[in-house]
């Protein structure tokens, strides 16, 4: 099974921060890495696919990067709006879910 | 309007069967590989299981083969997952998601969830 580790687990900044967060697969996934944001209550949501491919509608501050093993998502200017637990996702061989990372505003 | 509606969720207990739906209207569906994702109370995101557009290509996780099974009727615009002898571990809020891409054989990012549906695996 491939492991996807994300850090931080938690990550605390202000609006208009930048922020990234890390995700790490236990083997070469390629670009075959999606990112989502989950807002309490309410289910995931696309933002970014094949590790850089921003989904339509997404705020141009959310930005993806990385191949292989190693990826990054990147909010430019973090806003209020993006208070959410962020997850990434290998679908590379079967699927699997980072343990998530939880943004929270100063 | 865009959605994904599961239902059949509930209280269960330890060894039953419960039949998840989950109905499509306003998106494309027959063309789309569709997926099961659960969430148990407080916990991350978990993949369940796959199904490529056509049901030539399943996939399920380690921890339900053998006792869940994924269908679709792209007739009904519907996919279900049929839990059989469920255990605690399987409480959780169960999402279906709708593959990305053409719907071939390879699992693809999920670009539109339903809402969820509770299961509850208690006595």
């Known amino acids: 099974d491939i492991q996807m580790t994300q850090s931080p687990s938690t990550l605390s900044a202000s609006v208009g921060d930048r922020i990234t967060i890390t995700c790490r697969a236990s083997q070469s996934i390629s670009t075959s890495l999606a990112w989502y944001q989950q807002k309490p209550g309410k289910a995931p949501k696309l933002l970014i696919y094949k590790a850089s491919s921003l989904e339509s509608a997404v705020p141009s501050r959310f930005s993806g990067s990385g191949s292989e093993t190693e990826f990054t998502l990147t909010i430019s200017s973090l806003q209020a709006d993006d208070l959410a637990t962020y997850y990434c996702q290998q679908y590379y061989y079967f699927s699997t879910f980072g343990q998530g990372t939880k943004v929270e505003i100063k | 309007e865009v959605q994904l509606v599961e239902s059949g969720g509930g209280l269960v207990k330890p060894g039953g069967s419960l039949r998840l739906s989950c109905a499509a209207s306003g998106i494309t569906f027959s063309g789309h590989s569709m997926n099961w994702v659960r969430q148990a109370p407080g916990k991350g995101l978990e993949w369940v299981s796959s199904?490529?557009?056509?049901?030539?290509?399943?996939y399920y996780a380690d921890s339900v083969k053998g006792r869940f099974t994924i269908s679709r009727d792209n007739a009904k615009n519907s996919l279900s997952l049929q839990m059989n002898s469920l255990t605690a571990e399987d409480t959780a809020v169960y999402y279906c998601?709708?593959?990305?891409?053409?719907?071939?054989?390879?699992?693809?990012?999920?670009?539109?969830w339903g809402q969820g549906t509770m299961v509850t695996v208690s006595s």
């Open positions: 998601a709708r593959g990305i891409g053409g719907g071939g054989s390879r699992i693809e990012a999920f670009d539109i």
């Open positions: 199904t490529s557009s056509s049901s030539s290509y399943i």
